[in-house]
């Protein structure tokens, strides 16, 4: 018999009520790991939120600003604004999702993000377009973003890197099919009606994936990371070492961690900002223009899954090295490309860069922390990225003070030298009450 708070229940009714079997009434595929379904509700939530991401909402610069007469830095400041919410909420947010699941997180960020994107069809004013746009990509980037790979991260260990290669496909295909989705609509109608169009898609893909298909963690439906039996041993499965957040706090590696976290969006944020009216401005079509970022997120979305592959068979803080020596490559050359064969070059190295970054900024908590924790500390860590909100104002406004955006990427080129510093030395940690290591302190 089956008791349910002093009810009787029959044993089958019983089976059927609980979270294992409720999680599977909607996904077809029952033989599969559970974890799949996850990965699948990350990848269309990650989609979903890119109409309030840098590279897509580049696409509404020109005409925002033909229509209402603002500057790139007044446009620039909703992005910060944005950003700051993001940052300060993360902490909260990785909180909640350790202690609730990324299912309630990530539905009510999609509902944020949706009304959101449809006050933006109606914006007059500065003040409106930075209150409604900061909602927006806060939600996006501490609920979507950190519920989604926080979900991903606790449900896989051995094919982590991969999975969230796979959830980063999604936003990067958004990326391509967005701007063009837009741009039709704006071919027929006008970018108010393309931001009311967005909503609708981002709604939908966020919110509904999310309620079906997310759960907390593999041990609450009798399952185990990557699907593994319970005859394999825990130990030998997830042989992570999950410290709290006031353990990871006292290492030297987690706080070079922040440093590279936080220079990530500093560099990448402003520059998917400002990447399409940086080539109009040198002289390439709005339609060329437009066609360097699909490129570049294509690359991403292309190579995301390979670089997923390449991160398990080598150790991440490598990894992160090799991102942030790209990453400078990718600053000099935009700094000069004047032609489209150049940008499109641009366009392919950038990309490449991108694909790493999402994965490796987990994967740097996750491996060196363990699972228990990981939104708690991601977030944590997540939320020093207020101080690169910097990065898209400083970029908007060089560029109205020296007409080029050349200084802002030279800028940024040095940026992605000190993150390269930083990962020399962000050597992985040992717990003190395992074995003293020279990281702790």
Known sequence: MSQDNGNWKHPARAEADSPSARALRF???????????????????????????????????????????????????????????????????????DRYGARLVVVIAGVLVAVSLLGLSTIQEPWQFWALFGLGRGAALSGVGIGTTVAVGKWFYRRRARMLAIKGIGHRMGQVVFPVFILAIMS???????????AGVAALLITLPAFLYLRKQPEDMGLMP?????SEGLHELDPEISWTLQEARRTRAFWLIVVFTVGTPFVLGATNLHLVANFQDRGLSDALAVSVLSVFAAVSALSMLPVGLLLEH??????????????????????VADSYVEALLFAVLFGVTTSMRGIIETLLIANYFGRKSLGTIRGFARMWTVISTIGPVFGGFTRDITGTYTLTFLVFAAAAGLMFLTMVFATQPVKPDHRWDEDSF
């Not at 027929?188 to 967005?198: H, K, L, N, T």
């Not at 990557?226 to 319970?230: I, L, R, S, V």
């Open 27 to 97: 996904w077809p595929f029952k033989r599969a790991y559970y974890g799949w379904a996850v990965v699948f509700a990350s990848f269309v939530a990650s989609f979903g939120e890119v109409p309030v991401n840098g590279p897509v909402i580049g696409v509404f610069i020109r005409p925002m600003q033909d229509e209402l007469g603002w500057s790139r830095g007044t446009i620039a400041v909703g992005f910060m604004i944005g950003s700051i919410v993001g940052a300060l909420s993360s902490a909260i947010v990785g909180w909640l999702v």
């Open 188 to 198: 027929v109608a006008d970018w108010r009606m393309a931001f009311a169009a967005s």
């Open 226 to 230: 990557d699907g593994a039996t319970q």
């Open 314 to 335: 080598m150790h991440v803080r490598h990894g992160a090295m090799l991102m942030t020596i790209l990453l400078m490559a990718s600053m000099l050359l935009i700094s």
